[in-house]
């Protein structure tokens, strides 16, 4: 802010330039990245409008954790197919295959095969 400038007169200059600010009553951010999340708890959330776009100030309390890799279900018809199909009828091994590529049928097919 500027020096010796209360807070409404900056609101008002901020509105003549076509600068709209609107305080967000949120409980918590959580900015999702590929390896963690950034979360936010008590945050003071502002909502920036200026010249047709939107942008958000955030500040409060941030703490970080790593994103959870989302768990791949893998059903018996998924082992059958791939015990099928690679030629190794041993479920636990084709159900290993099919984890390790992370529920992609025909890469667990693939990885069977290059093993046998």
Known sequence: MLPNMDPKQMKSIMEKMGIKSTDVD???????CPDRHIIISDPQVTRIDAQGMV???VAGNVSEQAAEQAKVEITDDDVKLVMEQSGVYDPSRAKAALEESKGDIASAIMRLKEGS
């Open 26 to 32: 949120a409980l918590r951010v959580v900015i999702e």
């Open 55 to 57: 942008t958000f100030s």
